[in-house]
């Protein structure tokens, strides 16, 4: 049997897609119909929002770029003598944006790749280090703006107990900055730097 379904009342329908339905001349129809509506209504292709869009993730930006590193190691523990070196250092954001990627290249041992994201629940920077030397650390840290430095740290088993290690960018500039590499024993109270670099940004 044919529904009653007309004109008028679709008239009294609210929206396009729904006054469509109730001029469906079958019941089943019309039931299927109405299955169908919130695909119809809300299954539209939405604009897809640009992910990491936070100012937060954006606090690694002055670190994109080409650059060529001066860098000085520390010879031992207990020395002041430092061995002078050079690397070349490429930061690009992969992924969307969502992921500073890190690959450093120098004369001898160390040649390795980082990728740092912004961790929005944590609220924190967490990057992962890996090297030819067979280094594999997860370091996280945060952006100080008031001093517009970048730390990020991690903590080690040593033969000789834990261990905390940090990198610290700092004195920061369009086309330079200063990184240095430190470690504590006392948990944070003190810091022995180990690597310090100065990087200069390639001519573009």
Known sequence: MRSEFTFATAERCNSVALRAAC?????????????????????????????????????????????????????GPGDD???????????????????????????????????????????KWRQLWVDNEGSYLNFEGEWDAEAKTMILSVERET???KMLRRMVWHDIEADSLQWRYESSRDGGK???????????????
């Open 23 to 75: 001029l469906l001349v079958t019941p089943r129809s019309f039931r299927l119909a109405l299955l169908l509506l919130p695909s119809v209504l809300f299954g539209q292709a939405q604009p897809r929002q640009p992910p990491c869009q936070a100012e937060e993730a954006k606090q690694f930006d002055f670190w994109l770029g080409d650059w060529t590193i001066e860098r000085w190691n520390r010879t």
């Open 81 to 123: 003598d430092w061995k002078r070196g050079t690397a070349d250092n490429r930061i690009t954001k992969e992924y969307d944006g969502c992921v500073v990627r890190e690959v450093y290249t120098t004369e001898g041992p160390g040649d390795g790749e980082s990728l740092s994201v912004w961790d929005g629940r944590a609220k």
């Open 159 to 161: 033969p000789r107990g």
């Open 190 to 204: 003190t810091w022995f730097p180990t690597i310090r670099s100065v990087y200069r940004r390639k001519a573009r």
